[in-house]
C-alpha cells in the first residue's frame, strides 16, 4: 500500500475510534439503572436487534448498542470502558481486554461460528471456482475490513496468504488493490454500490442481503481459524446482574433460534476464562 493511502487508512480508523468515543459519553449521560449497553460486532446488528427486542418485551431492561468492528470496539473500551457487555467476532480483541483486566473471566462464553464468503454485485459477470481464479479477475478493487482491526478482514487475510503460490501470496496481490471498510457490513454497502468491486465478508452478512448480491465461493471454514464469536461482562459495569440476564439470555432456545435464522452456527456455550 502506497504511503499516502496508508496514512489515509489510519486517519480514517483514528477518526471513527474518536467517534465511538462520543458515542459512550452520551450513553453515560443518559444510562439508567435498567439499562444495558452492549458492544457488538457489526456482523451481529440484525440477529442482536431482534433478539433484544424479544428480550425487552418480558424485561424492564432497555439494550443499548454500539455496533463496529471488533478492533474498534476493543480500542474503545480500553480507552473507557463504559459498556457492560463486549461480543467480539473472534478471541483476539477479547483476549485483549482481559489482558487489560476489563472483562469478567468467569463470564466468558463463546456463543455463535461463521463462515467468510466471496460476494460481488448480483449483476456482476465475476466468477471464482478457485482461490487462484482471483488473480485473474478484471475487478477495479478488493471490498474487505481492515485486517488490523476487522476479523472478517483478518481472517481474509490470512486465507489469502495460505492460497497462493509458493512464491507469491494471494494477499499480495488483494492488498494491492484493497478497498478498506471498518466492518464487515460496511463492505456490503461497497460490493452493493459497485459492480466492478469483490468483497470478503461473513456468510451472514451475505444472507442479509442476498437479493442485492452474488455468492462467488465459500471459504472452506478448515483454511482460517475457527470463526468464533466471544462475549462477556464488563468488570466496570454499573449494571452487573441485569448484564448478567442479558448474557444468560443470549444463551437461551429463543435466542438462538434467532441467530440460526440469521445464518449463525451455536457454539460451544462453555466458559471460556483464558
Given at each position: ?25 452520551s ?80 463470564s ?33 478493487f ?60 461473513y ?16 471459504i ?55
Open positions: 500500500m502506497h504511503f499516502s493511502k496508508r496514512i489515509k487508512v489510519i486517519l480514517t480508523l483514528l477518526l471513527i475510534a474518536l467517534t465511538g468515543l462520543n458515542c459512550c459519553d450513553y453515560k449521560d443518559k444510562k439508567t439503572e435498567n439499562e444495558i449497553i452492549v458492544y457488538a460486532a457489526a456482523s451481529l446488528a440484525d440477529a442482536l436487534h431482534t433478539i433484544s427486542g424479544v428480550y425487552q418485551n418480558s424485561s424492564d431492561s432497555k439494550i443499548v448498542f454500539n455496533f463496529s468492528g471488533s478492533g474498534t470496539l476493543a480500542q474503545q473500551l480500553v480507552a473507557s470502558p463504559k459498556a457492560d457487555i463486549f461480543i467480539s467476532a473472534n478471541t483476539f480483541w477479547m483476549d485483549k481486554l482481559d489482558e487489560h483486566d476489563l472483562i469478567t473471566p468467569q466468558r462464553i463463546q456463543i455463535l461460528k461463521n463462515k467468510l464468503v466471496i460476494i460481488a454485485h448480483k449483476d456482476s459477470s465475476f466468477r471464482i471456482e478457485h482461490a487462484s481464479d482471483l488473480a485473474q479477475t478484471n475487478n477495479e478488493f471490498a474487505l475490513g481492515h485486517p488490523d482491526f476487522v476479523p472478517a478482514g483478518s481472517y481474509a487475510k490470512q486465507w489469502l496468504e495460505a492460497a497462493g503460490s509458493p512464491h507469491s501470496s494471494l494477499w499480495q496481490f488483494v492488498s494491492s488493490k484493497a478497498s478498506y471498510a471498518t466492518d464487515a457490513r460496511s463492505v456490503l454497502h461497497q460490493v452493493i454500490a459497485n459492480r466492478r468491486l469483490i468483497g470478503f465478508v456468510k451472514t452478512d451475505y444472507m442479509s442481503r442476498a437479493t442485492d448480491l452474488q455468492l462467488l465461493y465459500e472452506e471454514s478448515q483454511k482460517t481459524s475457527p470463526i468464533i464469536y466471544s462475549a462477556a461482562r464488563l468488570n466496570r459495569s454499573q449494571n452487573l446482574e441485569e448484564a448478567k440476564k442479558f448474557l444468560d439470555f443470549l444463551r437461551s432456545p429463543s435466542a438462538r433460534s434467532v441467530f440460526e435464522e440469521h445464518g449463525f452456527m451455536i457454539a460451544n456455550p462453555t466458559n471460556q476464562s483464558s
